[in-house]
């Protein structure tokens, strides 16, 4: 029987599957499309490539990536940095902040 993990790994794979694909417990995900597939088949993951869901999803991560790159990670808010920038005037205004309960 073939395991999600010998698809990636072992014999089966491709560097193709290395790339698109990940393990996650027992099942085989995609990448790009955050859905479990049939890793016993190697056509189903083949169709699966082909398909033009997975391009298309693809394509919308790659360019989403590169458009921002880690922004989604050091960015605040605008209601966050907003609070912040109260915080930051009340102390340094000395103002307690239980006034404002
Ligand atoms: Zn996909």
Do not use: W
């Amino acid at each position: 029987m073939v395991t999600a993990n010998d698809r990636i790994e072992g014999l089966c794979s491709t560097p193709e599957y290395r790339q698109e694909f990940y393990v996650e417990g027992t099942l085989l995900m995609c990448c790009a499309c955050r859905i479990s597939l049939n890793h016993k088949k190697k056509s189903v993951l083949d169709d699966h490539l082909g398909s033009t869901k997975h391009e298309v999803t693809k394509n919308a991560m790659d360019n989403s990536v590169d458009v921002q790159p880690n922004t989604h990670i050091t960015r605040l808010s605008e209601r966050e940095q907003l609070n912040l920038d109260l915080v930051q005037a009340l102390t340094t205004a000395d103002i307690p902040l239980e006034k404002f309960r």
